[in-house]
Nanobody, 120 residues
Framework: QVQLVESGGGLVQAGGSLRLSCAASGRTVSDYNMGWFRQAPGKERERVTTINWNGAYTYYAASVKGRFTISRDGAKNTVFLQMNSLKPEDTAVYYC?????????????WGQGTQVTVSS
């Protein structure tokens, strides 16, 4: 079992940047496909991005493509989400999760989430 802890959220103005971290313990993140998800108030949770176990494959939702970048650091056992050119509609709680495959249709472990708020 792997434990995930997200950090790095906060309040930022539109156009700004944040880098979220998803630190893993118990197992190495290199064993897993990893995904970042977000959920805004009153909206369904959506998948933002996925990275496969060795970093060779990534997926981005259309709404974030070109602005967000997912990466992983095996030495730090951490997955990152670099978010640039943030928009108010990016406001949400962001979660990382381990995924059964790169579609992330099946997830197994979740972090507690980190709040991102983008002001206009």
């Amino acid at each position: 079992q792997v434990q995930l802890v997200e950090s790095g959220g906060g309040l930022v103005q539109a156009g700004g940047s944040l880098r979220l971290s998803c630190a893993a313990s118990g197992r190495t993140v290199s064993d897993y496909n990893m995904g970042w998800f977000r959920q805004a108030p009153g909206k369904e949770r959506e998948r933002v991005t996925t990275i496969n176990w060795n970093g060779a494959y990534t997926y981005y939702a259309a709404s974030v493509k070109g602005r967000f970048t997912i990466s992983r650091d095996g030495a730090k056992n951490t997955v990152f989400l670099q978010m640039n050119s943030l928009k108010p509609e990016d406001t949400a709680v962001y979660y990382c999760a381990t995924c059964h495959d790169t579609s992330c249709s099946i997830t197994t472990n979740w972090g507690q989430g980190t709040q991102v708020t983008v002001s206009s």
